[in-house]
Structures are given as C-alpha cells and as structure tokens.
C-alpha cells in the first residue's frame, strides 16, 4: 500500500492492526507489549526455537531485542528471521548491551550474519560498537567503556558529536542496507542517503526502564503497516518516512506526558502512565505544530 499523505500513517496502524512478534527483553516485555497496543498493532511474545518459524509466519513484523538473551535466543532469532526473510517480513533488531559481553557481541553478529534486517535502532554506544566491531576500525579495549545497556557519557549526544554520530548512522546503514535509528536528546535516523534528525522527546523518557524497546515496538508497528517497500530507493524512502514519523511521534507523547506529570505533581510512576496514555490517544490530528523533524 503505497500512502499519499504519511500523516496519516497513524490511521494506517490502527486500521491494519499488524501482527508483532517479539523475542524481545523480558524486564519490559510487557510495557512493549502494551506500546504496540497503544499505537494500534497487535503484539505476540514467542521465544521458543520450536515456535519461531511458525509465529513468524502469521505476523507482519518481526522484532529482535537482545536485552536478556539466553541459550536458546540465537537458534530462536536466527529461525524466525529467516522465515521473516522469506516472507519479505520486515525485521527490527535492537543490540540491546552490545558491549556487556562477548556472549551478547556473538548473539548479535550472528543474528546480523544471518538475518537481513530492515531497521537498527539503538543508543548511540550502542550503535558506535556495532558499527566498529563489523567495520574492525577500532579494537575493543581502545573504545569507550559500555555502560550497561544506557550510552555511555561519551556517547551522549551533543551539539559537539552530533555530525559525527550523524556519520557513524549513515555509515552503519550503507554496511547492513538497514535504516538506523541512534536515540537520544536528538534522535537520528538514516538510510545512509538520507537522514533526519527528530527533535521530540524529553528527559523523563529516560528515567523509565523500557523506554527504547517500547520505541522498537511502535517502530515496528508503523513499519509493518506499510509494507510496500524494497531495496528500491522509493521503497527505502517511504521506509525512512515511516521509521521517522514513528519516532518523533513517540517523542512527542513523551513531551505531552512530561507537561501532565507537571501539573499532576507526579513522579516517574504519573510519567508512565501519562505516556502509554498519550500513546494510545495520539491521532492525525494532535500532529499539527508538534513534530519536530529536520532534514541532516
């Protein structure tokens, strides 16, 4: 289905309802569960190497977050991502930790190796690893320490770094043929020819476990829901279009949240629970005047 006004993608989601499957984190399977809701897809949790192939096979969308991987999540996103290649499914890969272990590094190499996947999102140290482990420029004792699963100070994004951050998005995309999403202050998104820059979102959304796989969700979602696309330059615009809206609208209900947190005198508890409300009640026309995309 090829849209003529991506405003109203959001109408779209609802209206096709897509099917997610996620082998995804199980700290917050449920708020991502709940965001793909909220958006309007429709999501399935099934990580079983035995159940993969076949839950892949009725869904739209294919969602690979390895935030808490086991022994048995290589067989399982290697399975389902497969059969979603098969299929022309599109695939979401977040590389949720990739500098915690060497265990994780090979989970997602090897799901990379395997699995042609359509969009990368992750924080920017994150994204900065992945990026030099495939391209080898840079030893792993020689880069900034990991911080977790959150961006190292480093890798905060700043007015200073951005243009290179901008850089490592589109290169990363030019290698895997995926659209990268590095998220932050400014989130970056990039097909490699094409970048923008979403200037929504806030600092409350980074004080809640879950943040960045609920984004993945809705990513997927909005992805799923314009499956018209290929390796074609039209094809990966409209995907860029459609990853970029995702995010800054998510980025917005942020904000929205934010200010009735405020005026509710609540705390990050009031926050969750305003933002999975914003999320679920945003439509077309809350847009107006409230999205701040720019082109890099």
């Given at each position: 289905?090829?849209?003529?006004?991506?405003?109203?993608?959001?109408?779209?989601?609802?209206?096709?309802?897509?099917?997610?499957?996620?082998?995804?984190?199980?700290?917050?399977?449920?708020?991502?569960?709940?965001?793909?809701?909220?958006?309007?897809?429709?999501?399935?949790?099934?990580?079983?190497?035995?159940?993969?192939?076949?839950?892949?096979?009725?869904?739209?969308?294919?969602?690979?977050?390895?935030?808490?991987?086991?022994?048995?999540?290589?067989?399982?996103?290697?399975?389902?991502?497969?059969?979603?290649?098969?299929?022309?499914?599109?695939?979401?890969?977040?590389?949720?930790?990739?500098?915690?272990?060497?265990?994780?590094?090979?989970?997602?190499l090897e799901v990379l190796k395997n699995v042609k996947i359509t969009v990368i999102r992750g924080n920017a140290s994150e994204i900065r690893i992945l990026l030099n482990i495939l391209t080898d420029v840079t030893s792993k004792s020689n880069q900034?320490?990991?911080?977790?699963?959150?961006?190292?100070?480093?890798?905060?994004?700043?007015?200073?770094?951005?243009?290179?951050?901008?850089?490592?998005?589109?290169?990363?995309?030019?290698?895997?043929?995926?659209?990268?999403?590095?998220?932050?202050?400014?989130?970056?998104?990039?097909?490699?020819?094409?970048?923008?820059?979403?200037?929504?979102?806030?600092?409350?959304?980074?004080?809640?476990?879950?943040?960045?796989?609920?984004?993945?969700?809705?990513?997927?979602?909005?992805?799923?829901?314009?499956?018209?696309?290929?390796?074609?330059?039209?094809?990966?615009?409209?995907?860029?279009?459609?990853?970029?809206?995702?995010?800054?609208?998510?980025?917005?209900?942020?904000?929205?949240?934010?200010?009735?947190?405020?005026?509710?005198?609540?705390?990050?508890?009031?926050?969750?629970?305003?933002?999975?409300?914003?999320?679920?009640?945003?439509?077309?026309?809350?847009?107006?005047?409230?999205?701040?995309?720019?082109?890099?």
């Open positions: 289905m090829k849209l003529e006004h991506w405003g109203s993608l959001i109408g779209l989601v609802r209206e096709k309802r897509p099917l997610i499957h996620c082998i995804t984190n199980y700290v917050t399977a449920r708020d991502t569960a709940n965001a793909i809701l909220a958006c309007g897809g429709s999501p399935v949790m099934a990580d079983q190497p035995e159940e993969v192939k076949e839950v892949t096979g009725i869904s739209d969308c294919l969602l690979l977050n390895t935030g808490t991987p086991n022994k048995h999540s290589k067989t399982a996103m290697k399975k389902a991502g497969r059969e979603a290649n098969r299929l022309h499914h599109p695939v979401i890969l977040d590389p949720v930790g990739i500098g915690v272990s060497a265990y994780r590094m090979d989970l997602i900034p320490p990991s911080h977790g699963v959150d961006a190292s100070p480093e890798d905060q994004i700043t007015g200073d770094n951005i243009t290179g951050l901008v850089e490592t998005a589109k290169a990363l995309s030019a290698m895997t043929g995926a659209v990268t999403v590095i998220t932050g202050i400014t989130d970056i998104v990039s097909t490699g020819s094409e970048t923008r820059l979403i200037k929504n979102g806030c600092s409350e959304m980074a004080q809640i476990t879950g943040s960045g796989c609920m984004l993945d969700g809705v990513i997927a979602s909005y992805v799923a829901a314009v499956q018209d696309f290929s390796s074609s330059d039209t094809g990966q615009s409209g995907l860029l279009k459609a990853v970029s809206l995702a995010t800054a609208v998510y980025g917005l209900c942020g904000e929205r949240a934010a200010q009735k947190t405020k005026e509710s005198q609540g705390g990050t508890g009031s926050f969750h629970q305003f933002f999975m409300d914003e999320i679920s009640r945003c439509g077309e026309s809350d847009l107006k005047g409230g999205l701040n995309i720019e082109i890099s």
